[in-house]
């Protein structure tokens, strides 16, 4: 996900889009933990779309 589709989103569909990526974090650990992780870069890049969004998310807090 690229910063700029981010940045497009509103304040309530970030919130969601944060909630659906922790989700995804927790599969994928859950899978890493149990070896049946298929894509151990996922990780890194969920990693980094969560830090991103919450970014975004607290510039546009911010700027209200």
């Not at 599969?27 to 969920?46: T, Y």
Request: without cysteine.
């Amino acid at each position: 996900m690229k910063a700029s589709e981010v940045r497009d989103l509103t304040v309530q569909e970030l919130e969601n889009k944060l909630v659906d990526l922790k989700k995804e974090l927790f599969a994928l650990r859950f899978q890493h933990a149990i070896n049946q992780l298929e894509n151990p870069a996922r990780l890194k890049a969920v990693k980094k779309d969560i830090a991103r969004v919450l970014t975004i998310l607290s510039q546009k807090k911010n700027a209200e």
